[in-house]
DNA sequence: TTTT
DNA sequence: TTTT
């Protein structure tokens, strides 16, 4: 709820693989996708053009789990907002291992239209059902949730500017 | 509730005045600050140092505006993340004019503690009442709100990793 | 060159019309945009959505002009990266009128590869040429540039994490 | 050089220590800081009020390495842009580790004037002498650099705005 | 109008 | 003026 200082992510990157998609015992939603981001540069010595590819675990709660499980697919791109989060656990020899993630609170679906006009046989059209959301808590049973910015009330005009 | 594209704008900077709170008929509140970021660089011509203020009208709506109102000071450092919004107004001549602001939708002041160990005599001593918070709509009545990021239930252990 | 405090803006969102790219004297290009962002809500008194187009101006100073201006469409998403900076101008009647725009530092296109394996007979495929790029300054004759986050040299292997 | 995908991040915390700086045989400077962000929250189940802090490492290369390694002290608040990065290493049992980290591109000191008026004999009083920066490369040899965003020319005045 |  |  409160936050002190800022811990803030934002990724645009494709799926490498499949969402994986599992329950808390509690009943909330956890999707995990890993998306890469890369970059090329040309090496000083060689002159060769070399690439690095960063590899990005995002783990999705709750109801941005959910849509993110259904809709997101192996090779979609991505928009990602949340925070950064280490993660300890045991390895099999019970010694400590670190794990960081990212804890989407925003996710946005970046591919246009669900394949240049054919196929897409499970009605799925892009941005018509539920493409982009905001996140909530991976308390349990947390609602899914999500305000902000948002829509100036009928006080404040807005019209087209420029 | 739905975002179709990202408006992300984030600021650090201080306030050039007192922050101005008004209220909606709705009873909602509304504060507005200006805060000044600056950039310097060397002319390349006179090679004579340059800097140029940048100065960005900032908006709170609701519970937000109330913190602000009350805890951000003129020369406040702040940390503000929101989204552009450009208003349509009429000046005095009837011609349209537009204004662009940030709408806040979440804040943080970044001044240590009150003040240089002298007077605030309210009390406040920097993080310890509300400076920072999560914004909500200026709809109607708006109740504030604020989701996101956030904790790991107990399924998940964080300890600190390094 | 130096920056004291943040000014930082992102934005996501479609080309509203084709770019337009001017020359200054010094030769630099100059390239301008417009793009939509937009949100959506329910009203909470009519229950009806509702929904709100936000339009971003974008200019483009060298080198990532002549590139937005070469490859950005009417309609084409786009990633953009940059600060905010309000502008002043005259108005026919001489009074001073301000715009506020995105001065853009670096731009992404998301658009997929030009329609899933058909068409795109100029030869244009997506991420092949060009289109990403980081900016620089509006200085007479400046050149392009753009170092950062940036490749790990051989003292740190980095590999293919999980 | 060139970026697929965006692949930032942006924190807001303390050092928790004071900073490392090693040299690369290359001669450039490599410094490693740890910086806590924090969240609190209220148990829904308890009612109590919990708080967990996550500390993030942030390396920084070449001129920013020397700046950050010069200025920066435990307690220190910053602000650090940069970007995700997962190493690779061995652990003694010679299996494989993962680290992550921020590769800082941009950093600010938000401190404010070396302590309220007291003590701070070094001369250092805040922003005088290089308590921001932009990063570069950790390339052999690399050099400092960066431009951006960036000053207007005289073609385009720019006063203040509102 | 801030801040350094 | 875009996009869904």
Do not use: C
Request: proline fraction near 6%; hydrophobic fraction near 30%.
């Amino acid at each position: 709820m409160a936050q002190r200082g800022v811990n803030k992510v934002i990724l645009v990157g494709n799926l490498g693989q499949e969402p994986e998609t599992r329950y808390l015992p509690s009943g909330g939603a956890v999707t995990n996708i890993s998306i890469a981001t890369s970059e090329t540069w040309k090496d000083k010595n060689s002159g060769q053009m070399q690439e690095r590819t960063e590899w990005h675990r995002v783990v999705f709660f709750n109801r941005l789990a959910e849509i993110a499980g259904e809709y997101l697919k192996k090779g979609t791109k991505v928009y990602i907002e949340g925070a950064l989060r280490t993660r300890k656990w045991q390895d099999q020899s019970g010694s400590d291992r670190y794990t960081t993630e990212i804890v989407a609170s925003e996710m946005q679906m970046l591919d246009s239209r669900g394949g240049a006009g054919g196929g897409s046989d499970d009605g799925f059209s892009g941005y018509d059902q539920m493409p982009e959301a905001r996140g909530s808590a991976p308390a349990p049973a947390a609602s899914s949730s999500a305000p902000s910015p948002s829509p100036a009330g009928s006080d404040f005009e807005d019209d087209i500017p420029f």
